[in-house]
């Protein structure tokens, strides 16, 4: 099962054929796995924020079939971390400290 609706893949790529279906299908998977990483989230594509961060980076790696471009080297399309910031589980690296319980006895 497509992580987005085919048919709104083609609508957001402006595709009125079936041809592309595979790697279109395969395109819309790797972005739902990629927003799931960077967001330490499952992808949900009923999420509004979600759906158009890959469709964006569909867009992307259907337009720019290469791994970089001369005009754009390894950058995401505009609005897909800004998009996903919201989203994203923080993580810091500080840890509380355990305060003991009342009850504990310290020697």
Sequence with gaps: ?????LSL???HLVIDH??????LTHYGNVSAMWISAYTG?????DNALMAQAALLLVAQMYETREAI???NQYM???GVLDLLSPL???ITGYVAPVEPA???VTP
């Excluded at 079936?18 to 790697?23: G, L, N």
């Excluded at 989230?41 to 594509?45: A, G, L, R, S």
């Design 102 to 104: 009342e009850d504990e």
């Design 76 to 78: 995401l399309p505009f």
């Design 41 to 45: 989230q499952p992808f949900d594509p």
């Design 88 to 90: 994203k589980d923080r």
């Design 18 to 23: 079936d041809q592309d279906d595979q790697i």
């Design 9 to 11: 893949i083609r609508a």
């Design 1 to 5: 099962m497509p992580a987005l609706p």
């Design 69 to 71: 471009t001369f005009s």
